[in-house]
């Protein structure tokens, strides 16, 4: 039996206020990554410190931004995915992700089998 789940289909098993719940910390996941990353951009390159711990700052910095900017863009790709009605489903098997993995991760584009199998694939 084929499993021919529309968008509309795997956005019904979260209810209007799971949607609101998971709405609204998306766009505090926003407000918080956006503002992280402004502290970064505005922390001080150059200062006292030695030069090798300068530059061992200036890379952690670089890898906090990279991380910061990365999960920006997945709470930004899961909102439009929301406002487009296609929020919730597996973007590998298609079948709706867990609510409980999404009240976790709200921004999670894969159900928790397909995320492990892509780790697992390196």
Do not use: W
């Not at 951009?41 to 006292?48: E, L, N, V």
């Not at 997945?74 to 993995?101: F, K, N, Q, S, T």
């Amino acid at each position: 039996m084929v499993n021919h789940q529309t968008a509309d289909d795997q956005a019904t098993h979260l209810s209007p206020e799971d949607l609101a719940a998971l709405r609204e910390n998306l766009h505090e996941q926003r407000l918080f990554r956006r503002e992280q990353l402004r502290q970064i951009a505005a922390a001080p390159r150059t200062g006292t410190l030695p030069r090798h711990r300068s530059a061992a700052r200036a890379e952690v910095q670089g890898k906090l931004a990279d991380s910061a900017r990365m999960v920006l863009h997945d709470v930004e790709a899961a909102l439009e995915r929301m406002a487009e009605g296609r929020y919730g489903g597996c973007h590998r098997c298609r079948r709706p992700v867990d609510r409980e993995r999404l009240m976790i991760v709200p921004h999670a584009r894969y159900c928790a089998r397909c995320q492990h199998l892509r780790e697992a694939a390196g």
